[in-house]
């Protein structure tokens, strides 16, 4: 289901049209929803930069929301990944940014100083050299309102479809009867989607062996 199969859709159900601006704005909102609601490896995006030496901050990607893991790699090729801590954490295990090694933990900091607008990461200890780092995080892919289709759209259309339905008919400020149905809908097809994210995807049948279901 494309974007516009999707607004037609939606009208269809709701017998109700709506402009550009509102259609985009339900669909975001209801793509994000589900994209804080199931783990999907669309969500998922791997990017290596570098650390500086004596430099303290690792600056994030401007779609960056949250970590999933930060590794450094040395020059053999040999990865070491770092714990996550807080900030506090780290000031206080290494009080002397001059004093400097191999990180071994990372927090997210806060903005860039001289941007104001994209985060960083603060590592203890600082970087005594420069490495490789390799970062996977947690983003939110090209909506299907930008560009026209979308994972969701060509896999899971229902939970998206759903999703939308629950905003269009807040929209429409409809019946406290008739959200609930469709709120009820979404969660059903959610919980499909979550079924493939938060299970298919995460075992096969060789570890985990073949779903079964018990007959009486």
């Known amino acids: 289901m494309n974007y516009a199969d999707l607004k037609t859709a939606v009208e269809d159900y709701c017998e109700n049209t709506f402009t550009a601006t509102d259609f985009a704005i339900m669909?975001?909102?209801?793509?994000?929803k589900i994209y804080n609601s199931v783990q999907l490896p669309s969500l998922r995006k791997n990017v290596t930069g570098s650390l500086t030496a004596t430099n303290s901050y690792l600056a994030l990607p401007y779609d960056f929301l949250s970590v999933f893991s930060l590794a450094v790699v040395d020059g053999t090729g040999a990865y070491t990944y770092l714990l996550n801590k807080d900030v506090n954490f780290i000031r206080e295990a290494y009080p002397i940014p001059t004093s400097t090694g191999t990180p071994k933990y990372y927090a997210v900091f806060g903005p860039d100083s001289s941007t104001l607008q994209e985060l960083t990461l603060i590592l203890g200890?600082?970087?005594?050299?420069?490495?490789?780092a390799e970062l996977h995080y947690f983003y939110y892919p090209v909506s299907i309102?930008?560009?026209?289709?979308?994972?969701?759209?060509?896999?899971?259309?229902?939970?998206?479809?759903?999703?939308?339905?629950?905003?269009?008919?807040?929209?429409m400020k409809g019946e406290p009867d008739l959200v609930a149905m469709y709120d009820s809908q979404y969660q059903q097809s959610l919980m499909l989607l979550k079924n493939l994210g938060d299970g298919k995807l995460r075992q096969?049948?060789?570890r985990s062996g073949q779903v079964r279901t018990q007959v009486i």
């Open 145 to 171: 309102v930008t560009a026209g289709t979308s994972w969701l759209g060509d896999n899971f259309d229902s939970a998206l479809f759903n999703a939308v339905m629950v905003e269009a008919i807040r929209f």
């Open 125 to 132: 200890p600082t970087p005594s050299a420069g490495l490789v």
């Open 27 to 32: 669909t975001e909102l209801a793509e994000q």
């Open 204 to 206: 096969d049948a060789y």
